[in-house]
């Protein structure tokens, strides 16, 4: 500055610079900067307990898609409240793995065990009458398919198989005694009503008809509930109405916290509390205060 300016214009200039603001305003950066790095390193003081059921459950649907699930005795189908009702639980209760399995005549791995819920969504809404072409319902071919699908170290293999229990092919309850050997566990989900009703179907014209049997008499689908409950009970699982509004499932939820406690559970998980805010807190107080703080004080006298 004396290169560029007389002596006297200098000391003018600079009378008012306050060196004592400058280095408080640098004080400040610099420990604005400390500060940033110190919530980075993420500082944890205390600790708390997270309970393993908390992850959540990996849950297998077995989802019958037969041809008795178009009965209406439940709205506005077995099948679309069955659908219905798994969306609801996997919302409501969904942390841990999902994957779902479809079965008439035969069964179909519809979808792996996964985090993904969209692609679990999408291929819960893809299934219809028509996903299993072999007619009838098997539950003990889904039985199979859904132990299959578990992985083979899984300490708690749970099936949820939700049907109207007419099992055509009868060896749902044989296949549950091989597996209950097995340690695996099945809850049941009665879809339908004891009294049951008829089954409309789409003929090849586009119109609506009513299924009937070779005699030409029509048919009324009932729901089974002794075979539901003897596979429940083979297995040490449980069964339970679905409902009209799917609450079933809801009790289902309630049955595995209640397993997971006679499993003795996994050991709860010791978490440090994260503190990093308080550093963040300190960090907007020091900026704010340093983009206050001037660099001049006043002058006695100045034009």
Known sequence: MARIASPQFVADLTRSHSRLR????????????????????????????????LLGHDTLFLLDCSQSMLATDVAPSRLQRSKLAIMDYVQRYGRGRVGLVAFAGQAFLQCPLTYDYGAFREALNAI?????????????????????????????????????????????????????????????????????????????????????????????????EAVLKSIAESTKGGYYPLGPVGEGLARVRLALDELDSGFGGSPARKLGIDRFHFPVALVLVLLTVESLIGTRRRTVGGG
């Open 22 to 53: 400058r280095a408080v305003k640098d004080w400040l950066l610099v420990l604005g900067v400390a500060g940033m790095g110190l919530a980075l390193a993420r500082p944890q003081w205390g600790e708390q307990e997270l309970a393993s059921q």
């Open 128 to 224: 219809d009458e028509k996903t299993i072409p072999v007619p009838g319902t098997d539950i003990g071919r889904a039985l199979d398919e859904g132990v299959r699908a578990l992985e083979k170290d899984q300490k708690q293999k749970v099936l949820v198989l939700l049907t109207d229990g007419e099992d055509l092919e009868k060896g749902g309850i044989r296949i549950a005694q091989e597996l209950a050997k097995k340690g695996v566990v099945v809850f049941t989900l009665g879809v339908g009503t004891p009294a049951g009703s008829e089954i409309l179907v789409l003929n090849e014209q586009g119109r609506m008809e009513l299924v009937r049997d070779k005699k030409g008499e029509v048919v009324r689908s009932r729901l089974d």
